[in-house]
T-cell receptor
Framework: SQTIHQWPATLVQPVGSPLSLECTVE??????LYWYRQAAGRGLQLLFY??????ISSEVPQNLSASRPQDRQFILSSKKLLLSDSGFYLC??????????FGQGTRLTVV | GQQLNQSPQSMFIQEGEDVSMNCTSS?????WLWYKQDPGEGPVLLIA?????ELTSNGRLTAQFGITRKDSFLNISASIPSDVGIYFC??????????FGKGTSLLVTP
């Protein structure tokens, strides 16, 4: 069966520091991969999605970037964090263009 | 992405009551999904709907894909305390991105 791993679960980083969040999927090949951010107050905002290695689409211009160095690995990065980058970051995968399955999330607090 | 309007924003009910929430959009969708999120966790897929008019159940949960393809509802029958959480609808027209509603927060008192 397919599983998705996302880490770390929580992270406290100072303003201006770099960020790297990692997500991996097991049990499937060539999944679609997504990064979402959920701010306090619940809405899920799509940040990036990828349909293949090296293929990244950005939905919202911001201080973040994403990379997909391997088929089942998706990384969210920032060179310099802002206070506004705080939030709950969720990685998700889908077998095609329909259902998405989410990881456990990373709670990022920028101080 | 397309705007989804999910209502109600929150519900406070007693155990055993039935619950109904819905989602509407100004645009049509080909797929409607319903998720539940517990605090500090990622959303978990409850029900997926692929055809207009489709009615699907998952235990005490029932969801329908509206005929107009612009709406969907989720019903929970005989609520129990573990139903507490935030319920999200999500719709997809084409491409690869889901559009999410802002969620319905459900509280169940024993």
């Amino acid at each position: 069966s397919q599983t998705i791993h996302q880490w770390p679960a929580t992270l406290v980083q100072p303003v201006g520091s770099p960020l790297s969040l990692e997500c991996t999927v097991e049990g499937t090949s060539n999944p679609n991969l997504y990064w979402y951010r959920q701010a306090a107050g619940r809405g899920l905002q799509l940040l990036f999605y990828s349909v293949g290695i090296g293929q990244i689409s950005s939905e919202v211009p911001q201080n973040l970037s994403a990379s997909r160095p391997q088929d089942r690995q998706f990384i969210l990065s920032s060179k310099k964090l802002l206070l506004s980058d705080s939030g709950f970051y969720l990685c998700a995968w889908s077998p095609g263009a329909a259902e998405a399955f989410f990881g456990q999330g990373t709670r990022l607090t920028v101080v | 992405g397309q705007q989804l309007n999910q209502s109600p924003q929150s519900m406070f009910i007693q155990e055993g009551e039935d619950v109904s929430m819905n989602c509407t959009s100004s645009s049509i969708f080909n797929t409607w999904l319903w998720y539940k999120q517990d605090p500090g966790e990622g959303p978990v897929l409850l029900i997926a709907l692929y055809k207009a008019g489709e009615l699907t159940s998952n235990g005490r949960l029932t969801a329908q894909f509206g005929i107009t393809r612009k709406d969907s509802f989720l019903n929970i029958s005989a609520s129990i305390p573990s139903d507490v959480g935030i319920y999200f609808c999500a719709g997809q027209l084409s491409g690869y991105a889901l559009n999410f509603g802002k969620g319905t927060s459900l509280l169940v008192t024993p």
